[in-house]
């Protein structure tokens, strides 16, 4: 792996580079130093501990697209091949090549494929990350690294219902091999409320999960001719806490 590292003007004299508070840039200086002969960092927070720099510096230089950051906490500089060209029989290919899939590159600048997840999350709020930006900020001990910096696991979205058809229905019934008429439970579930609803419990919440609920059916004996659905609520709340609707 080369040691020399070089820095083009290209970058480093635009606006968008000058602008950042001078800790940024002194970050950024000593990422490109100890990056790997790709631009990759393995420890981006050992090398802030390191140097003294603070999280707001690293949220400023992913905001401004100079750095991206992975799940993983490693970090790449964007630009490392307007910077550096690093001939190949010095050239050490980068161990980081899960996080080098997740690259596109053009004109010698790197972007993520996944580009919704270059996101800024800190406590401070709008006026605050402001401040940091220009120098001015207030405090530097209440905000946080980017997420992806501290290894964290973006938070999981919540799966729309989507409403099952009677054909769904009706080959859940035989594949579950369950009792229950799947015509009776399908009309159930679709017949508007007094609020003009369709898909909502004895209780008035939601359902989530069709399957959960024609288990539940099955077991407390509804659907069936001899047990209809209205004779159902001395029971519900019992049940309910036993097999919670996923």
């Excluded at 603070?54 to 992913?62: A, C």
């Excluded at 709008?126 to 001990?141: A, F, M, N, V």
């Excluded at 369950?178 to 004895?202: C, E, H, K, M, R």
């Excluded at 659905?229 to 036993?242: Q, V």
Aim: glycine letters at 6%.
């Amino acid at each position: 792996m080369a040691d020399r590292r070089m820095f083009s003007k290209k970058i480093i004299d635009t606006d968008s580079f000058l602008d950042m508070p001078a800790t940024a840039r002194l970050l950024y200086f000593d990422l490109a130093m100890r990056a790997d002969d790709e631009g990759f960092i393995g420890s981006p927070k050992g090398v802030m501990r390191a140097t003294g720099a603070s999280n707001d510096d690293m949220n400023i230089l992913i905001m401004r697209k100079f750095v991206i950051p992975f799940d993983s906490g490693v970090v790449v500089i964007r630009h490392w091949k307007i910077h550096n060209y690093i001939q190949n029989d010095r050239f050490k290919p980068t161990v980081y090549t899960e996080e080098k899939a997740q690259l596109s590159e053009k004109n010698g600048v790197v972007s993520k494929l996944d580009t919704d997840c270059i996101q800024i999350v800190s406590k401070v709020d709008t006026q605050d990350r402001l401040e940091i930006e220009i120098g001015k900020s207030k405090s530097k001990d209440n905000s946080l690294p980017h997420p992806e910096v501290r290894g964290e696991e973006k938070p999981k979205k919540t799966r729309a219902f989507i409403p099952p058809t009677l054909e769904q229905i009706e080959g859940y019934v035989k594949e579950a091999n369950l009792n229950i008429d799947p015509v009776q439970f399908y009309t159930y579930f679709t017949t508007p409320n007094d609020a003009g609803q369709t898909w909502i419990d004895s209780l008035g919440k939601p359902v989530r999960n069709w399957k959960q609920k024609m288990q539940t059916w099955n077991k407390m004996g509804w659907g069936t001719p001899k047990a209809q659905p209205t004779d159902r609520y001395a029971n519900l709340k019992k049940l309910m806490e036993e097999t919670p609707d996923d």
